[in-house]
């Protein structure tokens, strides 16, 4: 019996932990959504409130569209960079996963370089149209910097996919009469679909959740982050605040649930 | 036309082709080789032998440095890629399609090919029921034991009607007893078929009970073409004679038809030795063809060394007959002891005289 005992309050440190670090600031988190003028009904008007409908949709396709072009771009160059060896190899890799270094308001500031009023896109389609385009400091430019950090992240795991790819399965179908498209949609994309669903989950997830990119370009953009901020500290209405919190917490959960389920233990915890 | 293989295969030819890989390592010399129709050929050799690059190379999955030419009857596929040669490949790792199951890895070359469902069915059901893996038809990839992936990589590999089949180590994976059963399922397979096959594998035994000619390579090149009885008993240099099968090299003076060695005589029939080879050569016998018998009386004698058990026969080892102990395969019901002297008794024919030492 005293074993018992002693082998349970050896657990107690890690429920307490777990309690202060975990449980309670997510119930606090939860309590506080419903505790301004709506009362729960706050979680209700995340779904109901025109502008916060708005901006919860608006995040989700962004997050989407982000992941859906990481995947593609990641997923051609990875399967070009791990099957062809030139010279610059090292150092193209190097770049494209240069951007895991940065954080986002330093990827914001890159991308008002690029497209911002005094930006690289801007003086070239002044000298070529006698216009000056600028999309910096919108969904557009958010979209651009989003893509630049997903890409690392994916192209990485993608291009560790495919160096455990087996050449014989490819060879195998080939043999079998199938043209490299075939081969490609037969036999590389199936083999490489956890890859996608692992890395693919993870840039959805970073997309719903970056903060500093969309802070650094504009404070008028509508995504849940930057509403949550705006929220918070312009118009104080932390009730609001918190129960888009829970509403973004669970959103991103939910993906990674469901990219777990399929793709089975390999997908991590957003960055 | 309806079975398993509507024609049996092609004629194939491979003229002088090499392949130098783009670091510049050769690791196949320039090579000529002729596949009658419906012939198996098994290449033989340890790994790195270039056995593989030529399995390749009939593919299509290499193609050979300039000059070299490969043709399925009389037509040039050197520039064909391996998507439109019609072959059917085994790998050793089997690559069967993971997202399939067995029955659409055995269709697949047929789905491509755009072959209608109730015939593709039909095929299908043939080939399982020829390569007897019935039951099996729904079953994923990775619940499959490594005999029956075997075969479904065999049934995939024939359900396209090939033109030639090539099998790289299909039995290498397998453990050992497997590995005897599925080989003699698959020589009776491939007489059945009659589809012209080229096997590669690195095991003599396998070699010697599936060719109708044996190509023995070595280091990229060719060391000897011949059926299976021609490379054990004539082979063309001690490679080939050590490589296949267990054999006793002796080097020794010739003198007289006979050769010299440190525990007495042996007598030499060999065609080609009789009174015109003198001096120092080199002779190979198999330790089945010795014979023990009492060391009075004996033209060449030694001291057992060790004696192995080898169950359907024993093998001893003797040493002062030759510069290095010989060994001698012997019936169980030959009784002798280690440190016995005794005779041995080889007949003339048995003895081989092999070209001047290319190793």
């Known amino acids: 019996m005293a074993k018992k005992t002693f082998i349970v309050l050896c657990f107690v440190p890690l429920a307490v932990l777990v309690a202060a670090f975990f449980v309670l600031p997510m119930a606090r988190l939860v309590v506080t959504g419903a505790s301004g003028e709506l009362g729960a009904k706050a979680y209700a008007a995340i779904l109901l409130d025109p502008r916060y409908r708005a901006t919860l949709i608006n995040t989700i396709l962004l997050a989407a569209a982000t992941t859906a072009a990481t995947l593609v771009i990641a997923t051609v160059s990875g399967l070009f960079l791990q099957r062809h060896r030139f010279p610059g190899h090292a150092l193209l890799v190097a770049i494209l996963t240069f951007p895991l270094a940065f954080p986002g308001v330093v990827v914001g500031f890159m991308i008002i370089l690029f497209a911002g009023r005094q930006g690289l896109v801007g003086d070239v389609t002044l000298r070529l149209f006698g216009d000056r385009q600028v999309f910096a400091y919108s969904i557009q430019g958010l979209f651009l910097g989003y893509l630049y950090f997903s890409i690392p992240r994916v192209l990485l795991t993608v291009m560790a996919a495919v160096e455990k790819l087996d050449p014989s399965l490819e060879e195998a179908a080939r043999a079998l009469g199938a043209s490299p498209w075939r081969v490609f949609i037969d036999v590389i994309l199936p083999a490489m679909a956890p890859a996608f669903i692992a890395s693919g989950a993870i840039a959805f997830a970073t997309a719903m959740g970056a903060f500093g990119t969309a802070f650094t370009l504009a404070t008028d953009i509508d995504v849940l982050p930057m509403l949550i901020y705006t929220e918070f500290t312009l118009s104080a209405n932390i009730a609001v605040a918190a129960a888009l919190s829970v509403g973004l917490g669970l959103v991103t959960w939910a993906i990674l649930a469901l990219a777990r389920s399929y793709g089975g233990t390999t997908v991590a915890a957003a960055g | ?359």
């Open chain 2, 1 to 359: 036309m309806s079975g398993p293989v509507d024609s049996h295969g092609i004629a194939l030819r491979v003229e002088n082709c090499a392949k130098t890989f783009a670091d510049g390592t050769r690791v196949l010399e320039t090579i000529t080789l002729d596949v009658a129709r419906s012939e198996t050929v098994v290449l033989l050799g340890p790994s790195g032998c270039g056995k593989t690059t030529l399995l390749r190379i009939i593919a299509g999955l290499e193609t050979p440095d300039a000059g070299g030419r490969v043709s399925f009857d009389d037509t040039d596929v050197t520039r064909v890629p391996i998507e439109r040669r019609n072959v059917g490949i085994v790998f050793q790792s089997y690559a069967l399609f993971p997202n399939m199951n067995v029955a659409e890895n055995i269709g697949y070359g047929l789905k491509i090919r755009g072959v209608k469902d109730a015939e593709r069915k039909a095929r299908i059901a043939e080939l399982v029921a020829l390569t007897g893996i019935e039951g099996l038809e729904h079953r994923r990839i990775d619940q499959l034991s490594g005999g029956q992936r075997q075969r479904v990589a065999l049934a995939r590999a024939i359900a396209v009607r090939p033109s030639v089949l090539l099998l790289d180590e299909p039995l290498t994976a397998l453990d050992a007893a497997l590995r005897e059963r599925l080989r003699s399922e698959l020589n009776r397979l491939l007489r059945t078929l009659g589809i012209t096959t080229i096997y590669v594998t690195h095991d003599q035994s396998e070699a010697m009970a599936l060719g109708d000619r044996i190509v023995v390579m070595r280091k990229g090149a060719i060391a000897q073409i011949g059926t299976p009885r021609d490379i054990y008993f004539t082979p063309a240099s001690r490679f080939v004679a050590e490589f296949v099968g267990a054999a006793n090299i002796v080097e020794a003076r010739c003198k007289d038809g006979s050769l010299e060695l440190a525990g007495g005589r042996l007598l030499v029939g060999d065609g080609a030795a009789n009174g015109n080879v003198s001096g120092k050569v080199l002779a190979m016998i198999r330790p089945e063809t010795i014979k023990i018998v009492t060391a009075d009386g004996a033209a060449l004698s030694g001291q057992v060394d060790s004696i192995s058990f080898v169950g359907d026969r024993q093998r001893a080892s003797i040493s002062g007959a030759a510069a290095k102990p010989i060994m001698a395969d012997v019936p169980n019901s030959v009784t002798f002891k280690v440190g016995d002297r005794v005779g041995l008794a080889i007949d003339p024919s048995a003895v081989r005289l092999l070209p001047g030492d290319a190793s």
